[in-house]
């Protein structure tokens, strides 16, 4: 993932390799969904409701939030939940999951499906480093718009 930030102008070095590395991240923050690693890497609906209020929190300390890049339907959806409880949005049946999708939510912020960089999807092609560039870029746009 840090050599695609790093080529899209988000980090400061491809790689990340400890906390004290160096690395800077400019209009960029990230987070997790849930903050364990569960079985599979598959949350149950339970773990995404705990770790709800750990998001929620993160998330509204980004006041100059302006577009959200989710990585994977997990993601994707927690942030619509997110969106839910906060009430922007009244439901998520407007907001389909699929690499690429955009969504300008009714706060102004944008919204942007990826498939997560998973070794199971990058290794498998179903998402390539281009894929996955193309949507940084595209978030970087709208950073600058």
Not at 40 to 60: G, I, T, W, Y
Not at 100 to 105: C, D, E, F, K, Q
């Amino acid at each position: 993932m840090y050599p695609v930030l790093h080529q899209t102008g988000f980090a400061s070095q491809p790689v990340a390799t400890d906390r004290n590395d160096g690395m800077a991240l400019t209009d960029l923050y990230i987070t997790a969904a849930v903050r364990c690693a569960p079985p599979d890497n598959k949350p149950l609906p339970e773990e995404l409701s705990a770790c709800a209020s750990f998001l929620d929190r993160e998330l509204a300390g980004l006041t100059n939030l302006k577009v959200v890049v989710a990585l994977g339907k997990i993601g994707f959806d927690a942030y619509l939940n997110y969106l839910k409880r906060q009430g922007v949005i009244p439901s998520k049946k407007n907001y389909v999951f699929k690499h690429g999708a955009s969504y300008r939510m009714p706060d102004g912020k944008v919204l942007l499906a990826s498939y997560h960089p998973s070794n199971q999807n990058t290794q498998t092609g179903k998402l390539t480093r281009e894929m996955f560039v193309e949507i940084f870029q595209a978030a970087a746009g709208f950073v600058d718009g």
